[in-house]
């Protein structure tokens, strides 16, 4: 789904967005990821509906077979 945004966000409250594209597909500038401290909680939201993600993000690795590459991990999906 487009335009859905992702956030992270650190435990001292610094966050950085992102939006999908058509394909679900998102990704963060490195220059605005190095204000983040990991791990980060991320979460996704579009005009109706907010889903975060149960797990913490320890790195900006997220397409990695120890993450989302792999079949076991899910996606955070927003009707």
């Known amino acids: 789904m487009a335009q859905v945004e992702v956030r992270l966000r650190d435990a001292a409250g610094n966050a ?13 500038r490195a220059a605005a990821a190095a204000a983040l401290v ?18 913490t993000i320890a790195n900006g690795a997220c397409n990695s077979a120890a993450c989302h590459g792999s079949a076991a991990t899910g996606f955070i999906h927003v009707p």
Do not use: C, I, K, L
């Open 16 to 28: 950085v967005s992102a939006y999908t594209d058509a394909n679900g597909s998102f990704f963060v």
């Open 38 to 55: 990991f791990p980060v909680q991320t979460g996704a939201r579009n005009a109706a509906t907010t889903r975060a993600m149960s797990a």
